[in-house]
């Protein structure tokens, strides 16, 4: 996974309206019941199939920390997908993203203005066309590249341009990602 890939998981994550199991028991019996089988669970998990079992009957409550968080890591993945799939289409229709982030930010830009990067903290809201084109290149396994591109023209226009009421002839490099994060 990379930063932008992360950020729209964690995103997901946010809109739940039910927070997922807790116990080990009840997150392995989940992914039970989402995979059919405790080898295809044992398989996911990386783990044997009496392990799997043992979960499930609740002999092995406590499984090392890798373990621990690799079932966490799947509970969530698979935890309420039409909840989350409602909110990106909304996102993607209606409401747009949130985008949080500091990177530094470098311009190609007409003579007699500066273009070197910068490292700037920025919270903006992009409209949902951008969402959309976000959410779309993700679905069909855009590398995090292409994905900071379609993020980098949005910063450009929304932010840096104004929606088109300055700076014509500004086109935005988005590098040196410190953190970056996204909310619907």
Do not use: C
Request: proline share 5%; hydrophobic share 35%.
């Amino acid at each position: 996974m990379t930063d932008i890939h992360d950020a729209l998981h964690r995103a997901d994550q946010e809109v739940f309206t039910r927070e997922p199991p807790k116990s080990t028991q009840k997150r392995v019996e989940f992914l039970l019941g989402k995979l059919k089988t405790t080898k295809a669970v044992a398989d996911l998990l990386e783990v044997t199939q009496r392990s799997v079992e043992r979960y499930l009957k609740g002999e092995r409550r406590k499984p090392p920390r890798a373990i621990a968080d690799r079932i966490d890591a799947e509970v969530r993945r698979r935890w309420q997908p039409r909840v989350r799939q409602r909110r990106r289409k909304q996102a993607a229709a209606a409401t747009g993203i949130t985008i949080e982030t500091r990177a530094r930010f470098g311009y190609t830009a007409p003579i007699g203005t500066t273009d070197d990067p910068r490292l700037r903290r920025l919270t903006v809201h992009l409209p949902p066309e951008y969402a959309n084109r976000l959410f779309q290149a993700q679905q069909q396994g855009a590398s995090d590249q292409q994905l900071r591109q379609i993020v980098a023209e949005g910063l450009q226009e929304i932010y840096f341009q104004d929606s088109g009421r300055r700076a014509q002839g500004l086109e935005v490099e988005f590098t040196d990602v410190d953190y970056f994060d996204v909310s619907f």
